[in-house]
């Protein structure tokens, strides 16, 4: 069996994450997403340009992982935290070496000191008004793809924000939020 082989049957680590059960303990998956993608990108130099399905794999996981960081309704314990931290820091810095992005939205999650805890986002989120400059730099380092993730997860997040925002029971925090940030660009 070619090396990329193996790296195909690790598609039952995506498929089979969803069916775990997230929503009663998520930190486990969070430690097996983790060590995935730092081997994955250990291992993609030694990968011939014949495993094309490995980048698509890998993108995969980081947007799996993604998701499931901003679904987690409490902080991330520390030693959990610092271990994604470095071991995403770790693995988007080899796979920058070959021109491969992928983990660039990880790479931004991991830079913070939490999920939700980017102090811009946070003023944001807690109604304060940031300053013009803070709000484009945040848009900017946090990318759209990403951004839009966290929009979708607000009203799981945070189901007051449409009272803080005074917006109707009929708008959603969602669009509240939007319409915050596009008043702010």
């Known amino acids: ?7 195909f049957d690790s598609q039952v680590l995506v498929e089979h994450a969803g069916r ?5 303990d998520p ?25 094309e399905n490995v980048p698509l794999l ?6 799996s992982c993604a998701e499931l960081l901003l679904s987690v309704p409490q902080h991330v314990p520390g030693a959990l935290w610092e271990e994604f931290q470095s071991s995403v820091k770790l693995a988007h810095s080899l796979l920058q070496e070959s021109g491969s992005t992928q983990l660039r939205l990880l790479s931004v999650l991991a830079q913070q000191d939490g999920v939700w805890t980017n102090a811009t986002l946070s003023s944001i989120l807690s109604n304060q008004i940031p300053r013009t400059e803070q709000v484009h730099e ?5 990318g759209p793809a990403l951004l839009n993730m966290r929009i979708k997860r607000l ?21 509240c939020f939007s319409s915050k940030l596009s008043k702010m660009r």
Do not use: N, Q
Not at 27 to 51: M, N
Not at 58 to 63: M, P, R
Not at 156 to 170: P, V
């Open 1 to 7: 069996m070619p090396v990329c082989g193996l790296f």
């Open 20 to 24: 775990w059960k997230t929503d009663e």
């Open 27 to 51: 930190l486990p998956l969070l430690e097996v997403y983790t060590v995935a993608i730092l081997s994955f990108a250990k291992a993609a130099s030694c990968l011939s340009s014949d495993c």
């Open 58 to 63: 890998l993108e995969k996981l980081a947007l």
């Open 138 to 142: 945040y848009l900017e380092s946090e």
């Open 155 to 175: 009203p799981i997040r945070s189901s007051a924000a449409a009272r803080r925002w005074h917006c109707s029971a009929e708008t959603s925090a969602t669009f």
